[in-house]
């Protein structure tokens, strides 16, 4: 599975971003049905954080306190994406945004949210927010 991030750039604290995450690879067809997906980002600076993420199933999504209120986690089946919706964006959103696949049909959002990053199976390359204020 290799996993495409895009729509970062630069924003005005206040302003939305909405980031994509989109999966290609085997096995063909809605790959994005058969993979749970999280976003995490990272700070220059920082360790790498938990954003939010999406389980298999499609449940209940998990998001960080940081942005919770903030962004919504959504997943498009027939364009194998899933995107993050990021609305009255901060400064401290500046960092670099990765995706992350799980191939677990069992591991629910929540558990994605505490769960080790290097226990993710696949990541993106990352695409860079910037917010100033």
């Known amino acids: 599975v290799q996993l495409q991030a895009s729509g970062g750039g630069m924003a005005q604290a206040g302003g939305s971003l909405r980031l994509s995450c989109a999966a290609s690879g085997r096995p063909v067809g809605r790959i994005i049905d058969r993979i749970a997906i999280a976003w995490f980002r990272q700070a220059p600076g920082k360790e790498r954080e938990f954003v939010a993420a999406i389980s298999w199933s499609g449940g209940t999504p998990s998001y960080a306190d940081s942005v919770k209120g903030r962004s919504t986690i959504s997943r498009d089946s027939a364009k194998n994406t899933v995107y993050l919706q990021m609305n009255s964006l901060k400064p401290e959103d500046t960092a670099i945004y990765y995706c992350?696949?799980?191939?677990?049909?069992?591991?629910?959002?929540?558990?994605?949210?505490?769960?080790?990053?290097?226990?993710?199976?696949?990541w993106g390359q990352g695409t860079l927010v910037t917010v100033s204020s």
């Open positions: 992350a696949a799980l191939d677990s049909p069992s591991t629910s959002a929540q558990d994605m949210g505490v769960m080790p990053s290097d226990e993710y199976d696949y």
